[in-house]
């Protein structure tokens, strides 16, 4: 890795949309959801990671929350996709890691959620795992992070301040050609005369021509294909199917920045709601819920929001991230991807 001074996008003075950012501009800015990375870097190849999100600090099993999945293009892999379509929730963390370690996050899940207490009857769960491919900076063949170093991640997880840039999931991903990774941003908004907050996480590792708040970047190579994962959270009360609607909406975010959404594209939004009169509690479950929802008449706010949330999010990952040495699992070679030049955008 080479370490540099490197900074977010308002502190450039690059400000995305119009509604406030929350105190941290961040995901955890929604009360309850904590983040938590592992970062694997070793010798000259290994540049990979994980980074686990979770919508509340209890047993998500039991406390389930309302969540809905987005697919713009599907060239991915998003396990616990079919429930979540079928359920409209959530009921375990998420983690984002590298392409073929999808199958070892799943059984970190599960570890981590049949250990706990309460679930010591549990016999089928639904772990839910993003990725993108990171192989151009890591030898993906290699079976990191290990379940163990997944688990690591998902015990990391707290609120606060979350790290951005080259670690956890982000650390070998690669956006415009660019060094990629993971970002986050947040806005707060007036919803039907309280505040909402909506945050969004990303794993940036897609191509396009990039545009930095309508500024065209001209890099030495643009990428087309490649993915990106979206995760948002939110305090309003939203259905899952309005849940949906907020995920989609993320993909105005990404096709803000120059998104080319190509054929070999992986494009996915996940959106959940931490509000506590939504969530999906065993008694709730038994029973005749009547849960409070925002209309369909007054969410438009939430829409426009997440846009901006995920525009800057990508920002983020990228400002942040710092040139990384690795190397091309596919080519056998050494790989350097450089990161986007501050000074550039300063000028801008």
């Keep these: 890795m080479t370490y540099e001074s490197r900074a977010r996008l308002r502190s450039l003075g690059i400000s995305v949309g119009h509604y406030p950012v929350g105190m941290l501009n961040a995901i955890t800015d929604v009360a309850g959801v904590s983040v938590g990375h592992v970062t694997c870097i070793e010798g000259d190849r290994t540049r990979t990671g994980a980074t686990a999100i979770l919508p509340h600090a209890g ?29 409209g929730e959530v009921e375990t963390p998420i983690l984002l890691t590298n392409t073929l370690g999808v199958g070892r996050a799943i059984e970190a899940i599960n ?68 060094k990629g990774g993971i970002g986050t941003s947040s806005r707060v908004v007036p919803v039907a005369g309280t505040s909402c907050t909506v945050g969004v996480l990303v794993q940036s590792n897609y191509g396009g021509k990039l545009s930095v708040a309508g500024w065209p970047y001209e890099a030495e190579g643009h990428d087309k294909d490649g993915s990106i994962v979206m995760i948002v959270a939110t305090d309003a009360p939203l259905c899952s199917r309005n849940l949906g609607r907020l995920a989609e909406r993320c993909f ?3 096709a803000r920045t120059g998104a080319a959404l190509s054929n070999g594209s992986g494009d996915y939004a996940l959106a959940f709601s931490t509000a506590e009169d939504v969530r999906r509690t065993p008694e709730r479950r038994k029973a005749i819920a009547n849960y409070p929802a925002l209309s369909n008449d007054v969410v438009s706010p939430l829409f426009e929001a997440v ?18 040495h690795g190397y091309n699992a596919g080519t056998g070679k050494p790989s350097t991807i450089h990161a986007i030049s501050l000074d550039a955008l300063k000028r801008r």
């Design 59 to 87: 047993n998500l099993f039991q406390d389930k929350v309302p969540a809905a999945l987005a697919v713009f293009n599907g060239f991915g892999k998003f396990a616990g996709s079919t429930q979540i379509a079928e359920l």
């Design 307 to 324: 846009i901006e949330a995920s525009e800057e999010a990508i920002f983020n990952s990228m400002t942040m991230a710092t040139t990384t």
């Design 252 to 254: 105005g975010g990404l």
């Design 111 to 178: 570890r981590h959620t049949l250990a706990q207490a309460g679930n010591e009857r549990v016999v089928s769960l639904n772990a839910v795992v993003g990725e993108t491919n990171d192989a151009r900076l890591n030898d993906i063949r290699a079976a990191r992070p290990s379940v163990d170093e997944m688990l690591e991640a998902l015990a990391a997880a707290k609120g606060g301040t979350v790290e951005e840039g080259a670690i956890g999931a982000g650390t070998g991903t690669v956006a415009f050609g660019l």
